[in-house]
């Protein structure tokens, strides 16, 4: 088996890609991001005075989204890629209850039961198993008692049967992370951090999930 290195991760999105990130994202879609993202930020359930932090934020298109829920709450974004900073100031700057971070998730953060919601969009698959498992303890460690992490990524699910345009992007398109990340049972490595209670969405025929799991009271 291919040894896996963060090196070879795209996670950390750049140049031309990052600057027409949303763009190529509705391109790849064939038109359909943007009605699914709404629809995801509506599965949400986001609460108006809700506290959410947001893992690798990206341009701010997400941080937009959850805005027309939590009027009243606070999103706070982290972000380490410069082209999506720039962006994401562009969107997000106008609002007050929108800030932006320069943090690294993959590291240890400090932040103790300070929000209801942690959001990790298309993010998580992009690190080896002992990132993903610091970003893991930082959701844990930043969510109030009762609180969820909403996990938003490729489901779990047998590549080898799935259909030959799905193959080609984890095989093709995407790192070898993301292949490792599907084969992996998402829950269970949730259940060992100590989220306890699960609810799932399912959108582009099953193979993508929002998963929220819960931090018990
Ligand atoms: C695939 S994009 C997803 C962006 C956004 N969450 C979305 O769904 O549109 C991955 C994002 O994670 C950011 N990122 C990658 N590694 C990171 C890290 N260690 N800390 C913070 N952000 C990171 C990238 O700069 C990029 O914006």
């Known amino acids: 088996m291919q040894e896996l290195r963060q090196e070879d991760s795209k996670v950390e999105v750049k140049g031309f890609e990052a600057k027409y990130y949303d763009i190529l994202m509705d391109?790849?879609?064939f038109g359909k991001y943007p009605s699914f993202i709404r629809k995801v930020i509506k599965d949400l359930n986001l609460k108006r005075d809700d506290r959410v932090l947001d893992f690798g934020a990206g341009t701010g298109r997400n941080a937009l989204l959850?805005?027309?829920?939590?009027?009243?709450?606070e999103i706070v974004a982290l972000e380490i890629g410069e082209e999506m900073k720039e962006q994401f100031k562009k969107k997000c700057s106008s609002f007050s209850n929108i800030k932006l971070l320069d943090r690294r998730i993959d590291e240890p953060l400090d932040f103790k039961e300070e929000?209801?919601?942690?959001?990790?969009?298309?993010?998580?698959h992009g690190f080896i198993q002992e990132k993903r498992e610091i970003i893991i303890q930082n959701a844990f460690n930043a969510l109030k008692k009762g609180g969820r992490?909403?996990?938003?990524?490729?489901?779990?699910?047998d590549v080898d049967s799935a259909p030959w345009y799905v193959k080609f992007a984890i095989r093709k398109v995407e790192c070898p992370l993301a292949e490792d990340f599907i084969k992996r049972d998402t829950k269970k490595m949730l259940k060992d951090f100590g989220f306890d209670g699960f609810e799932e969405n399912f959108y582009f025929k099953n193979f993508v999930r929002l998963l929220q799991a819960y931090k018990p009271l």
């Open 27 to 29: 391109i790849i879609t």
């Open 149 to 157: 992490f909403a996990i938003l990524d490729y489901s779990n699910f």
């Open 66 to 73: 959850m805005r027309e829920y939590v009027d009243k709450g």
């Open 115 to 124: 929000f209801d919601v942690v959001f990790i969009s298309f993010v998580l």
